[in-house]
Nanobody, 124 residues
Framework: QVQLVESGGGLVQAGGSLRLSCAAS????????MGWFRQRPGKEREFVAT????????YYADSAKGRFTVSRHNANNMLYLQMNTLKPEDTAVYYC?????????????????WGQGTQVTVSS
């Protein structure tokens, strides 16, 4: 059983920063590839970032490159997403996801486990 709980969302002005956290209740967290997705208003859920469990390799959506950083603390079963230079178009519900698969997992169906999401609102 895998449970994921996101936190850290909120309201921030454009140009500001937020750090999202995802607490995982799972055995052997270090053996899960973890990802962040988001769903903007009226849009489909989209990939943001992922970190493979095998080698810690990260991969980002173009919209996140250079502004967002994904990291994890395996001893504490935590995943993070540091978001800098936020833009109004980053407004979305952000979800963390987990998978036992390896590689650059960028599509929803790659991940069988999901959190409930945390709202991020960026004002202009």
């Amino acid at each position: 059983q895998v449970q994921l709980v996101e936190s850290g969302g909120g309201l921030v002005q454009a140009g500001g920063s937020l750090r999202l956290s995802c607490a995982a209740s799972v055995r052997a967290f270090s053996t899960y590839t973890m990802g962040w997705f988001r769903q903007r208003p009226g849009k489909e859920r989209e990939f943001v970032a992922t970190m493979a469990w095998t080698n810690g390799e990260t991969y980002y959506a173009d919209s996140a490159k250079g502004r967002f950083t994904v990291s994890r603390h395996n001893a504490n079963n935590m995943l993070y997403l540091q978001m800098n230079t936020l833009k109004p178009e980053d407004t979305a519900v952000y979800y963390c996801a987990a998978s036992r698969a390896t590689g650059q997992l960028t599509i929803r169906s790659d991940y069988p486990y999901w959190g409930q999401g945390t709202q991020v609102t960026v004002s202009s």
